[in-house]
């Protein structure tokens, strides 16, 4: 039983290149988000979806992308990685709106120099 | 709007101390749902408690326990007896039914208990 899967773990980009964090949940949730964790703070949502072919903006989206083409599948891409996003990125996935917990991967650490 | 306060940034207590975690919230919703959620050193997200808004029953968990006080918008969390594996970041959170279940979180209250 996987519950949510991010890859990868850690990575370390240079300023302007572009990277794509994957994310996979196998329990059939139809709602996902992808968060940022600064040190120090708590998490703040990048972009959600309510199910496949569905997204929207969270509180801090600028500078990255998501395509949402299956239930299972939610990646979050960064473009034109800059300082400020080196974060630790998380994604969740529950399976109703907002009265269950949600299920976290265990993050991407990642380093933009 | 949703807000999720958490005015304690640090504490540190000696184990077998009781400890209380306070969580404040805002929110214009009549139906929300109030999570806490533990962070250790490894990093991880680990789901604790959940309470919905329209009940008020508090809950004593083996040495968890919580206190929902709509009148004061408040959600603590109390740890009984703590030992050192209770050492972690803890965050509060907020969902709403009518805001897509986006949840807000608190900016967490690192917990050190020392041996």
């Known amino acids: 039983n996987a519950g949510v899967t991010q890859t990868p773990k850690f990575r370390i980009l240079k300023i302007g290149q572009s990277m794509t964090l994957q994310c996979a949940q196998d329990?059939?949730?139809?709602?996902m988000y992808w968060y940022r964790q600064d040190p120090g703070m708590g998490l703040k949502l990048i972009y959600y979806?309510?199910?496949?072919?569905?997204?929207d903006k969270g509180e801090v989206p600028n500078g990255y992308n998501v395509s949402r083409s299956t239930t299972e599948d939610f990646p979050l891409r960064l473009e034109l990685a800059a300082p400020s996003q080196t974060s630790v990125y998380f994604c969740?996935?529950?399976?109703?709106?907002?009265?269950?917990?949600?299920?976290f991967g265990d993050g991407t650490r990642l380093s933009i120099l | 709007a949703q807000k999720v306060t958490q005015a304690q940034t640090e504490i540190s207590v000696v184990e077998k101390e009781d400890v209380t975690l306070d969580c404040v919230y805002e929110?214009?919703?009549?139906?929300?749902?109030l999570f806490w959620y533990k962070q250790p050193p490894s990093g991880e997200l680990v789901f604790l408690i959940r309470?919905?808004?329209?009940?008020?029953q508090n809950e004593i968990s083996g040495r968890y326990s919580w206190n929902f006080q709509k009148s004061t918008s408040s959600f603590n969390f109390t740890i009984t007896a703590s030992q050192v594996v209770d050492s972690a970041v803890y965050f509060c959170?907020?969902?709403?039914?009518?805001?897509?279940?986006?949840?807000?979180f608190g900016d967490g209250t690192t917990l050190t208990v020392k041996p």
């Open positions: 329990m059939n949730h139809n709602y």
């Open positions: 929110t214009r919703d009549t139906t929300y749902y």
């Open positions: 309470r919905n808004s329209f009940d008020e």
């Open positions: 969740a996935s529950r399976p109703d709106r907002a009265a269950q917990p949600q299920h």
């Open positions: 959170a907020l969902s709403e039914d009518a805001n897509a279940g986006k949840s807000t």
């Open positions: 979806s309510v199910g496949a072919g569905i997204t």
